[in-house]
Nanobody, 124 residues
Framework: QVQVVESGGGLVQAGGSLRLSCAAS????????MGWFRQAPGKEREFVSA????????SYADSVEGRYTISRDNAKNTVYLQMNTLKPEDTAVYYC?????????????????WGQGTQVTVSS
């Protein structure tokens, strides 16, 4: 059993920043990739970013490229998502996910464990 817990969401004005954290605990695997997805009201879940175990491979959605930065601290089993220059359209519930096969992908189906999500609201 793997637990995935996100934190760091909140309300911020447009142009502001937030940093999300995601901690994996329990029966974690020796190496695993982690990803971030988001879902806005009335919309489908979409990929945001992902990072490999080593951090050497990262991926970003076009909509966040240059504004968001993903990183991880394996000693803490934690991945971070630094979000800068936030826009109202970034408002969504942000979900963290774990790929036990260390696959960096925008396809949510490759991820095995998911968190409950954290709300990010950007006001205009």
């Amino acid at each position: 059993q793997v637990q995935v817990v996100e934190s760091g969401g909140g309300l911020v004005q447009a142009g502001g920043s937030l940093r999300l954290s995601c901690a994996a605990s329990g029966r974690t695997f020796s190496i695993y990739a982690m990803g971030w997805f988001r879902q806005a009201p009335g919309k489908e879940r979409e990929f945001v970013s992902a990072i490999s175990w080593s951090g050497g491979s990262t991926s970003y959605a076009d909509s966040v490229e240059g504004r968001y930065t993903i990183s991880r601290d394996n000693a803490k089993n934690t991945v971070y998502l630094q979000m800068n220059t936030l826009k109202p359209e970034d408002t969504a519930v942000y979900y963290c996910a774990v790929s036990k096969d260390n696959i960096v992908s925008s396809n949510g189906n490759v991820y095995d464990y998911w968190g409950q999500g954290t709300q990010v609201t950007v006001s205009s």
